[in-house]
C-alpha cells in the first residue's frame, strides 16, 4: 500500500473540540490551499474560494453568530450563546470553503458545486497528509444570511462548509462504513 492510499483508507474527521493548536505555519497553510485549489475544474471557472478564520477572526465571527442565534432563539441563555459564539473558535484554523458556482453557457452549476466540494476534500486531505486532523461541517449558520454577509459571500455564492484544521491527541474510532456489496453496481 502507498501512503496516499492508506491516508485516505484512515482518514477520520476529528471533533472541533479535540483539535489543538499549533495551527498549520504560513509556509504549510499556503501548501493546504495549493493542494485544494488543484482540483478538476471544467473550464478554469475556479467556481470556489477560501476564507480563512483564526485569531481575532474566530472571535468577531463569533460574536455574529452568537447575534444571530440570539435574534432567532431570545430564549436563548447565556451558556448557549457562547456556544454558539464558540463554534468557529475551538481549532486554531477554520476555512470557510465558498462555493461560487454561477450560471455559464457550457459548464453546468452542478460540476461548479461539485469542484467546490473536490476543493474542500482536497484540502481535508492535504492537511491530514501534513499531521493535522480536520473536521468538516455545516451547521446552522453555513446557511443563515447574517453569518454569510458578515463573511463577505456574494448573495449568489454558498458556503460548501467550515473545514476545521488542528492537531488531535487521539483520532476517534472509526465508524462504521458501507460494504462496497451495497454501494456498488456495475452496468
Known amino acids: 500500500m502507498n501512503a496516499t492510499l492508506d ?15 499549533p495551527g498549520p505555519s504560513a509556509e504549510e497553510l499556503d501548501t493546504i490551499l495549493a493542494a485544494a485549489s488543484r482540483v478538476p475544474d471544467h473550464g478554469k471557472l475556479a467556481p470556489w474560494r477560501f476564507i480563512l478564520i483564526e485569531g481575532e477572526g474566530q472571535t468577531r465571527l463569533g460574536r455574529v453568530v452568537a447575534e444571530a442565534y440570539r435574534a432567532d432563539h431570545p430564549e436563548a441563555d447565556d451558556k448557549r450563546l457562547d456556544l454558539e459564539a464558540g ?46 486532523r480536520t473536521a468538516w461541517l455545516t451547521e446552522w449558520m453555513a446557511y443563515d444570511r447574517r453569518v454569510l454577509d458578515a463573511l ?36
Open 7 to 21: 491516508l485516505l483508507r484512515t482518514r477520520r474527521s476529528v471533533p472541533p473540540a479535540q483539535l489543538a493548536g
Open 152 to 187: 463577505g459571500l456574494d448573495p449568489a455564492e454558498r458556503l460548501a462548509g467550515f473545514v476545521h484544521v488542528g492537531r488531535a491527541e487521539q483520532v476517534p474510532p472509526d465508524r462504521p462504513r458501507p460494504a462496497l456489496a451495497e454501494i456498488v453496481t456495475r452496468y
Open 87 to 132: 463554534r468557529l473558535a475551538q481549532a486554531p484554523l477554520v476555512v470557510a470553503v465558498v462555493s461560487r458556482a454561477g450560471p455559464h453557457v457550457k459548464i453546468p452549476d452542478w460540476e461548479q458545486v461539485l469542484s467546490a466540494g473536490a476543493a474542500a476534500m482536497n484540502l481535508i486531505v492535504a492537511a491530514n497528509a501534513l499531521g493535522f
